[in-house]
């Protein structure tokens, strides 16, 4: 199929989704008060957007998800490198940190609220510690992904630890190593939201959790909304660097 | 030798340059030409390697010279060592035992202005053009974009591919990849190249195509080259001599001296002194 082709069906649906959601609750086919109108939520949506009281939440969340991914991958990527690298490094720690990547991270919440409390870096802390495990297992897959054949070829050119380093592992690293941003992401603001909604004075996840206790549905939705579109043109932005190395990945 | 000015009038002088001056086309064997020295001379070579707490004799007593500016294959069964005689010939790997000289020195680490080295596997770098990737080895020695740019478009023009010097490598075929990586060995020039199975991973006709190319490229830069190949047929048709190891522990079996005439074309390999070389030296490792 075309890219025109597809393009044009993708448009097509999502306008099709967009038109039911529109006509559903308007015709009575859904509660309105449970599922408002598009109109409605959209026009709701511009609203907040003009109060500042939005972009102060808004804010809170986003400066709290840029500093916990500051923090969490830089510091996954070199714990996942300077593991993977060490043999008794990797005996050691690699199944401690699988293990822990299977513990779902929310349960630890009302402990770190206990010991952090609830502003501002108990939700970054909360954001690194639900992100970096994601960020240091991607990062055991990037570094497993250099060629020991393309080690071999730099030796064979004298090459220092160093040279090995940035010409050899970094670029050989980089897709999986978006990868890893992109999924860090996820898991950063997915934390981030959660610790907002479980307990917070301020920030999307907090409003969220009022709105949704005031059956405030039109507000809700449009909050919700707004995050997907953030949410959807990170993702995007990364997938896009990211294409431009598939080229070359095989 | 004559230096070829830079702006070649025919198809052979467009080969020469400044990084590879072209060397007269011999139509026989280089007998004519003064021996220069000798460019590989191994003596009492040892190989112990240990294998989960086991000591396994790799190599025994290997001892041999390559006068300069020759061809030479080593041939043998799998695991009779032949690779990594060719690692410690590259200085990517030191023996146990014994007395190694490349170009008269000893080569304690990997030099590729002395010894070129050539994979099975290409490996070229991905993210990089052809052009890059032959630059490589330069780039990591510091030399300035503009000297590099140029030896790289000349070695690549050495193995024919000089329009693709944009091309990624996963829009070349394996013929292609091996053929840059072959640029790549010589871009800085070294007298020695140094070839682990090259064409082992190339279908039989781009293999064949490609002996013939590797001897072009020979023939124009009288490279001293070593070439480890499990393809006898191959061995005799492209080198001068044939070391013959055996199994392991892999020790010299003979020293064949193929004396067929050069340039050599495919229908040598149908001659009957083709044969009787193969099969005397397939009776050798067989046994």
Aim: glycine share 6%.
């Amino acid at each position: 199929m075309s890219r025109v082709r597809a393009l044009s069906a993708y448009l097509a649906v999502a306008a099709a989704l967009l038109l039911l959601w529109e006509a559903a609750p308007s015709a009575g086919w859904v509660d309105p008060r449970l599922l408002p109108p598009a109109s409605a939520v959209l026009a709701t949506l511009w609203e907040m957007m003009m109060t500042a009281v939005f972009w102060r939440h808004v804010g809170q969340t986003l400066a709290e998800t840029a500093t916990a991914f500051a923090i969490a991958v830089p510091l996954g990527v070199v714990v996942g490198i300077l593991v993977a690298e060490s043999k008794f490094a990797s005996a050691t720690f690699k199944p401690l940190i699988f293990f822990v990547f299977s513990i779902p991270k929310s349960i630890f919440l009302p402990v770190f609220i206990l010991v952090l409390g609830i502003a501002f870096w108990q939700k970054v802390a909360f954001g690194v510690f639900s992100t970096i495990f994601i960020v240091i297992m991607t990062t055991f897959a990037a570094v497993e992904s250099v060629r020991e054949d393309q080690l071999r070829v730099a030796r064979s050119f004298d090459a220092s630890a160093r040279q090995k380093m940035l010409y050899v592992y970094i670029p050989a690293m980089t897709p999986i190593l978006l990868e890893a941003v992109r999924l860090a992401m996820i898991f950063n603001f997915t934390g981030i939201l959660l610790a907002e909604m479980y307990a917070s004075r301020a920030g999307i996840g907090n409003v969220i959790g009022v709105w949704g206790q005031g059956f405030q549905l039109p507000e809700l939705l449009a909050m919700v909304i707004f995050v997907s579109v953030l949410a959807i043109l990170f993702n995007e932005t990364v997938r896009y660097v990211e294409a431009k190395c598939e080229h070359w990945r095989n | 030798m004559a230096r070829t000015p830079h702006a070649p009038s025919s198809a052979r002088e467009h080969l020469a340059s400044p990084v590879f001056p072209a060397q007269p086309a011999t139509g026989g064997s280089p007998e004519g030409r003064p021996e220069a020295d000798t460019a590989i001379a191994i003596r009492d070579l040892d190989h112990v390697y240990d294998s989960n707490g086991q000591a396994t004799v790799a190599l025994k007593e290997i001892g041999f010279d390559v006068p300069a500016g020759r061809f030479v294959s080593i041939v043998g069964p799998s695991g009779c060592g032949k690779s990594s005689l060719l690692m410690m010939l590259a200085g990517l790997l030191q023996p146990s035992r014994g007395e190694i000289l490349v170009a008269g020195a000893p080569i304690p680490r990997p030099d590729p202005a002395r010894v070129g080295v050539v994979f099975q596997d290409a490996s070229l770098f991905p993210w990089l053009s052809a052009q890059r990737n032959v630059e490589f080895p330069l780039f990591l020695r510091g030399v300035d974009k503009k000297s590099r740019r140029e030896r790289a478009r000349e070695a690549l023009a050495l193995v024919g591919l000089e329009a693709f010097a944009e091309s990624l490598p996963h829009e070349l075929s394996g013929g292609m990849k091996q053929r840059v990586s072959i640029a790549r060995g010589l871009v800085q020039d070294p007298p020695i190249l140094l070839m682990d199975e090259p064409f082992a991973a190339l279908d039989e006709q781009t293999r064949m195509v490609m002996g013939d190319e590797l001897l072009r490229i020979w023939d124009r830069t009288r490279k001293t080259i070593v070439f480890v190949t499990h393809g006898l047929s191959e061995a005799i048709y492209l080198s001068d001599k044939v070391i013959v190891l055996s199994g392991r522990p892999g020790r010299i079996l003979d020293i064949v001296s193929v004396d067929l005439p050069r340039p050599r074309n495919l229908q040598m390999m149908g001659q009957a002194r083709f044969a009787e070389m193969r099969e005397s030296i397939w009776n050798m490792i067989r046994s």
